[in-house]
């Protein structure tokens, strides 16, 4: 059975892709991170209370982190570690808050995002009387989304159109739970996300008798055939009946 993780109560989704921002009726296009003034007329288009943001997977990086069994005492300690062997497994320079939890023995889930990135997202939403609920990576959005019809090993691919038909992002795979966890910033076309990325990681995951034996696609209106069971989400499955 598959769990959610770092899951969260309901609250009023803002929805942010490097590419548009949605929050209820309100759609926009975007070209990279918003500005303070497009983050305010989408949270204007939500009703008062909590929001949660799913953010571009690329302004949030995500890794799995295996084999950690020993740890600094006290909270502040184990923040710092795994804030160091974040920033120090993806070669990051610019300081990242980060979040971690156990998704298996010794293996663990940290998401982080740019310090001053998330700084400014907290300001803005106090500045307008709208306390940030929760903040997730979109690819970690949709598995949780996903997670309790997630009866057989598979993978997701959380894309993100970065054009020419070409797509950045993340592939996640999981047998009894998440067990591999990939991201890419160089766009390619989806005949060589088959060939480069994800043909490479099924062959891993056989060898781990983990083979996956659906995929799930995010951000690509089609998707070239494959020996694994296909679906592609939407707007309206992810998203609810009024998008």
């Not at 295996?66 to 005492?73: C, G, I, S, Y």
Request: charge should be negative.
């Amino acid at each position: 059975m598959k769990r959610p993780v770092f899951a969260t109560p309901d609250a009023s989704l803002l929805w942010l892709e490097a590419h548009r921002v949605i929050a209820a009726a309100h759609r926009r296009p975007l070209n990279g991170v918003p500005t303070e003034d497009q983050l305010a007329l989408a949270l204007a288009a939500l009703p008062p209370g909590p929001t949660r943001w799913v953010v571009e997977d690329l302004w949030t990086p995500s890794i799995l982190l295996r084999d950690l069994t020993e740890f600094p005492k006290g909270a502040e300690a184990q923040e710092a570690f795994f804030r160091w062997r974040f920033m120090q497994a993806l070669a990051l320079e610019v300081p990242h808050f980060v979040q971690a939890l156990e998704v298996e023995p010794g293996t663990w889930l940290a998401s982080g995002i740019r310090e001053d990135l998330r700084e400014s997202m907290l300001q803005l939403g106090l500045r307008l009387d709208r306390s940030l609920h929760a903040l997730t990576p979109r690819w970690l959005y949709l598995y949780n989304l996903l997670a309790p019809t997630l009866d057989l090993p598979g993978i997701l691919l959380s894309l993100s159109p970065v054009g020419s038909g070409k797509y950045a992002g993340t592939l996640v795979a999981w047998g009894r739970t998440l067990c591999l966890l990939r991201q890419w910033s160089e766009p390619l076309v989806p005949e060589a996300w088959v060939e480069e990325r994800l043909a490479p990681s099924a062959a891993f995951l056989q060898r781990e008798s983990r083979t996956p034996q659906q995929l799930i696609i995010w951000g690509a209106p089609a998707w070239p055939e494959s020996n694994l069971a296909v679906r592609i989400l939407d707007d309206r499955s992810v998203l609810g009946e009024g998008n």
